[in-house]
């Protein structure tokens, strides 16, 4: 299993490109909105767990982790987690086929 997360972030990271920010080619792993706090792949489907800061637009988010890796995973799903939760409170998932679709969890 740890094989497994170490793969993903770094996958994540080489998608996302150099770690000079003024040469970024993707989206930042950590910046004042967010932080990726789990990642890992099972069965060909990405998961990432981030921590939210700040209010942020989830499917936002989503999207600019989404992007570089739409060639490498068929789907890729995004948990969010709230300031001052202890677990995920919005689920965005990716697929090929469908898009994107935003579920909240209760």
Do not use: F, H
Request: glycine fraction near 4%.
């Amino acid at each position: 299993m740890r094989l497994v997360v170490i793969l993903a972030m770094t996958i994540l990271m080489v998608a996302c490109g150099p770690s000079d920010p003024g040469a970024a080619a993707g989206p930042p792993l950590v910046n004042e909105d967010y932080q990726i706090a789990r990642m890992a792949t099972a069965d060909d489907v990405l998961i990432i767990e981030i921590d939210a800061t700040a209010e942020v637009e989830p499917e936002a988010v989503a999207r600019t982790l989404v992007e570089p890796v739409t060639d490498r995973y068929p789907e890729v799903t995004v948990y969010v987690r709230w300031p001052g939760t202890d677990r995920p409170t919005v689920k965005v998932r990716w697929t090929a086929e469908e898009g994107y679709s935003t579920l909240v969890l209760e």
